[in-house]
């Protein structure tokens, strides 16, 4: 049973960049494709980017695409999501996931693990 522990997350200013972590026990990470979802208060949870069991491969939501990047690091067991150039509207909960099927995070926003959130609120 992987755990996930969301960091990071803060009260920024737009245009202020946030780097958030997700740091997993109870197994290896790199075992799994691993994603970042968030949810806004009264919208539904949405996938922001997620990334292949051994880092080759990501996908975004056009939302971030070229302001998010996502990455890896298998020594420390973490899953990692750069936010730059922020918004108002990136202003959510943010959930670190993992699962053993890519695809599965990020066409229908599902995975077997989850963790329970880091808040990210940014003000114009």
């Known amino acids: 049973q992987v755990q996930l522990v969301e960091s990071g997350g803060a009260l920024v200013q737009t245009g202020d960049s946030l780097r958030l972590s997700c740091a997993a026990s109870?197994?290896?990470?790199?075992?799994?494709?691993a994603g970042w979802f968030r949810q806004a208060p009264g919208k539904e949870r949405e996938f922001v980017a997620a990334i292949r069991w051994d880092g080759v491969t990501t996908y975004y939501a056009d939302s971030v695409k070229g302001r998010f990047t996502i990455s890896r690091d298998s020594a420390q067991n973490t899953v990692n999501l750069q936010m730059n150039s922020l918004k108002p509207e990136d202003t959510a909960l943010y959930y670190c996931?993992?699962?053993?099927?890519?695809?599965?995070?990020?066409?229908?926003?599902?995975?077997?693990?989850w963790g329970r959130g880091t808040q990210v609120t940014v003000y114009s």
């Open positions: 996931a993992a699962d053993s099927i890519l695809m599965k995070m990020v066409r229908v926003s599902e995975a077997a693990y």
């Open positions: 109870g197994g290896a990470l790199s075992s799994y494709a």
